[in-house]
C-alpha cells in the first residue's frame, strides 16, 4: 500500500501536458470489440480503468499492446462472449462492454459492475434500451445472461435521463443493427462525441452525437481504424482548482477550450485571470480567493459533477460562503469529512453542501473514498500548512497518470511512498 505525502504552502507554477480523457478512452476500446480488423487508439491514459478494460479485451479474444500511450487492439478473433465477476468489478464503466459484445457475437454474459460506490447509478436505463433493439436479457443471481436471434434492430429510444453510459451503449449496439436508431434526450458530453467520431471513423453512420438527438444508420460490418482521445477536461479541471488554491500560475497544455466551457466561469468567479490560446490554457490565481454563489452539478453543458469535490476544495479557502448542489450522485459528498479533518468548515444538508471559507488548512493524515474525492484531498493538501498524507491511492489512480509526478514538476513538494515509511 502507498501515500502520497504532500507538504503544502508552495504556490504552482508552471506548464502540464493533459493526459488523454479516461471517460472516452474507455468506451472507444470497448467499441474495438465491434471491429474486422485492428485499431490503433492514441492518447490512451496509463490508468487502472484503461488496464481493466484491456484485461477484458484480452479475455473476450483481442491481441492488445500497450506502448507510451498508444494501445494497439487486434479484435479479429473475438470469440468470448462473457466477462468473468472479477473483472466486471474492477471499474463501473465495464457495464459499456455489453452493448459492443451483444452487437459482434450475438449473446454476453456479464455481472453488475463495481467501481466507485456513488450511491444508485443504475443500469435501468441501460438494460432497457438494448431491450427496445431486440436483445433478449435476463437477471439472476448477480449475473446478465442476454442473447439475441439475428442482428439487432433500430428503434427510437427516449431517454428518461441523458445517461452517458447509456447512450454509449446504444451507440455500440446500433450501428451494426439493422435499420435506423434515434436516441432522443441523448447525453451530450464531449465523450460522447469523441466515441462516435472513433465508430464513424470505423464505418458506422453516426449523425448528431454531441447533441440531444442522435441518428444511427446500422451498417453490416466496422472496419479497423485509428484514433486519437481527446483531453481529460476533469483533469485540467482539477490541476486548475490546484493552482488557484495554491496562489499560482499553471499553464496546461493539449486541452480543448469548448470542453472546459463549464468550469471556467467557476475560476472566473472567485477571482482567477484565465487566457486561452490554441489548445493552450493559461490561469492565473486570485490574490484572494472569492466564494462561489451556487455551484449546481449537472449533465453536460452543466457543471460536471466530477470536477465538483476538487473545486469544492479550492472554496474552502475563499473569503465568505461558497453553495454547492449536487444533483447526480446521492454520495459524492465522501470528501467532506477529510476536508474537515483538514481544518475545514462544511455543512451537509441532502444534496446541498454550504463551505464557509476558513484562513488556512491544516495538514492531516486522510483517506480517499472515491476517484474525485481523492483528488480534492490532494488539492487540499497542496494548499494546507504542514504535511498532509494521502491514502486510498487505487481510487486517485483511477483517473490520473501519476498526479504526484505533474504536481511535482510545477513545484509541489509531494512523493508517493508506501505506507510502511
Not at 482567477?272 to 449546481?296: M, Q, T, Y
Not at 477529510?338 to 451537509?348: D, H, Q, W, Y
Amino acid at each position: 500500500m502507498c501515500k502520497l505525502v504532500i507538504e503544502g504552502g508552495r504556490p504552482l507554477q508552471g506548464t502540464i501536458d493533459i493526459q488523454g480523457a479516461k471517460n472516452a478512452a474507455l468506451p472507444v476500446l470497448a467499441a474495438c470489440v465491434l471491429c474486422e480488423s485492428p485499431c490503433v487508439i492514441h492518447n490512451c491514459p496509463g490508468l487502472l480503468d484503461v488496464d481493466a478494460s484491456c484485461k477484458i479485451l484480452k479475455h473476450l479474444g483481442c491481441r492488445v499492446k500497450k506502448e507510451k500511450g498508444t494501445v494497439t487492439v487486434d479484435p479479429t478473433n473475438v470469440a468470448e462472449c462473457s466477462i468473468p465477476d472479477a473483472l466486471m468489478r474492477e471499474m463501473r464503466s465495464s457495464i459499456v462492454f455489453l452493448g459492443a459484445i451483444a452487437a459482434r457475437l450475438g449473446q454476453a454474459r456479464i455481472s453488475f459492475p463495481g467501481g466507485c460506490e456513488l450511491g444508485p447509478r443504475p443500469i435501468d436505463l441501460h438494460l432497457a434500451a438494448l431491450r427496445k433493439l431486440g436483445l433478449v436479457i435476463n437477471e439472476g443471481h448477480g449475473f446478465l445472461d442476454c442473447h439475441c436471434t439475428g442482428r439487432l434492430h433500430g428503434e427510437t429510444i427516449a431517454l428518461s435521463f441523458p445517461s452517458v453510459g447509456a447512450t454509449e451503449n446504444i451507440l455500440l449496439a446500433a450501428v451494426t443493427a439493422e435499420g435506423l436508431t434515434t436516441i432522443i434526450n441523448a447525453a451530450r458530453e464531449p465523450e460522447i462525441a469523441d466515441l462516435a467520431s472513433f465508430l464513424n471513423r470505423c464505418g458506422a453512420k453516426i449523425r448528431g452525437a454531441g447533441e440531444s438527438v442522435v441518428e444511427i444508420e446500422g451498417v453490416d460490418a466496422l472496419h479497423g481504424s485509428e484514433h486519437r482521445v481527446i483531453p481529460d477536461r476533469i483533469v485540467a479541471t482539477t490541476y486548475m482548482t490546484a493552482a488557484a488554491v495554491t496562489g499560482g500560475e499553471l499553464e496546461l497544455r493539449g486541452v480543448q477550450h469548448t470542453h472546459l466551457s463549464p468550469v471556467v466561469p467557476v475560476f472566473l468567479e472567485a477571482g482567477c485571470a484565465i487566457r486561452a490560446d490554441k489548445e493552450n490554457l493559461f490561469l492565473r490565481a486570485a490574490h484572494s480567493l472569492h466564494p462561489l454563489r451556487c455551484v449546481r452539478t449537472m449533465p453536460y453543458p452543466g457543471f460536471p459533477t466530477d470536477a465538483q469535490a476538487p473545486v469544492m476544495a479550492m472554496s474552502t479557502l475563499a473569503e465568505g460562503n461558497s453553495l454547492f448542489v449536487e444533483n447526480i450522485f446521492e454520495n459524492r459528498y465522501k470528501h467532506v469529512p477529510e476536508l474537515v479533518r483538514m481544518g475545514a468548515s462544511i455543512k451537509l444538508e441532502g444534496k446541498v453542501a454550504v463551505v464557509e471559507g476558513v484562513r488556512a488548512l491544516f495538514g492531516a493524515p486522510v483517506v480517499a473514498a472515491d476517484l474525485r474525492g481523492g483528488a480534492a484531498l490532494v488539492v487540499a493538501g497542496l494548499a494546507a500548512e504542514g504535511t498532509t498524507e494521502v491514502t486510498g491511492l487505487h481510487h486517485i489512480d483511477r483517473g490520473y497518470t501519476s498526479i504526484e509526478q505533474d504536481l511535482a514538476s510545477v513545484g509541489a513538494r509531494i512523493r508517493r511512498v508506501s505506507s510502511a515509511e
